[in-house]
């Protein structure tokens, strides 16, 4: 039997690229998605059952919603899915959204239930074309950041005064002042500063302890960091290098799930790493919080 700390592969989830763990405590579920393979996914821990939604475009995140049935950033813009006739409908395109050069990715839904997702640029270029999008529960859009590269890990912290973000390029996370009344964002700082070789920022999710875990693309495993003073905290190993996401479920939300990629590597990467896409799981000794979900 594997040792608490040793992730496990969950069985029969695999993706190209996958990503966007988050628990459903509301079905206890587990969502994920494969942005290049355009499903999402619904997996039953009880059941072993992982049913997917082909959603027709790339996925960037997936969250729950209050009302039941998911909300997605797809390549274009916001969508909702039906879970029992896995139709999808999408929202008015977002403000400065341009799917020629840009696709959404990473996001969740803040304390009070609003939709925050980010874009990032389908081509390299000289400046960073992402932007990160909010989500009203009135279904109003807004703008909230510009100069985006790649927009990844999202979360809050408990005390609902802290919105972490992490633009992927820029190798930290960054903590901005959140109002929970209204969705501002003020005061950008830098709180953790991740070194090269342990690979560059993705997903991430807080804690119970108030902790910040990070999934490692290309670095092998997903950290645990205190964002009050930057230290990198734990780490666990993963046998695929391309860590996209994490999350923590289970009804008592002491698993983490995590989700690894498989697109880019070169075969000879793939004969070395052939769970590369798999959904893993783990029990690291804390608990994590549980996910909101959106309120519109
Ligand atoms: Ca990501």
């Known amino acids: 039997m594997a040792s608490p700390c040793e992730p496990e592969q969950v069985p029969d989830c695999r993706a190209i690229l996958g990503e966007g763990a988050i628990w459903n ?89 609003r939709f925050w997702a980010g874009t990032m640029a389908l081509v390299k270029g ?27 890990g999202i979360g809050w912290s408990l005390d609902r005064r802290t919105l972490y973000f992490i633009d992927t390029p820029l190798r930290r996370v960054d903590a901005f002042n959140y109002d929970d009344a209204t969705g501002a964002i003020t005061s950008r700082r830098a709180v953790i500063t991740v070194p090269p070789d342990l690979g560059r920022p993705d997903g991430s999710t807080i804690d119970a302890e108030d902790m910040i875990w990070v999934a490692m693309f290309e670095g092998w495993g997903v950290t645990r960091w205190n964002p009050r003073t930057g230290e990198l905290l734990q780490t666990i190993r993963l046998p695929v290098a391309r860590v996209t996401s994490c999350a923590f479920g289970a009804p008592d939300l002491d698993t983490l799930y995590i989700t690894s990629a498989r697109a880019g590597l070169t075969d000879e990467q793939l004969a070395a790493q052939p769970l590369a896409g798999c959904l ?12 909101f979900a959106y309120q519109g």
């Open 25 to 113: 405590r509301a079905l206890e579920r587990l969502h994920w998605i494969d942005i290049e393979g355009r499903r999402v996914f619904t997996y039953d821990p009880a059941t072993g059952e992982n049913r997917a939604y082909d959603v027709g475009q790339k996925v960037g995140t997936v969250v729950p919603r209050a009302r039941g049935g998911l909300m997605l950033a797809l390549h274009e813009g916001f969508a909702t899915l039906d879970l029992d006739s896995g139709r999808v409908a999408p929202l008015p395109r977002p403000p400065e959204h341009d799917p020629a050069i840009v696709r959404f990715n990473d996001g969740k839904c803040d304390p009070a239930g």
């Open 126 to 152: 000289p400046k960073p074309l992402g932007r990160l999008h909010r989500l009203d529960a009135d279904g109003s859009m807004h703008v909230m950041l510009r100069d985006v590269a790649t927009s990844n």
């Open 280 to 291: 893993f799981k783990v029990r690291p000794g804390v608990r994590g919080v549980p996910a």
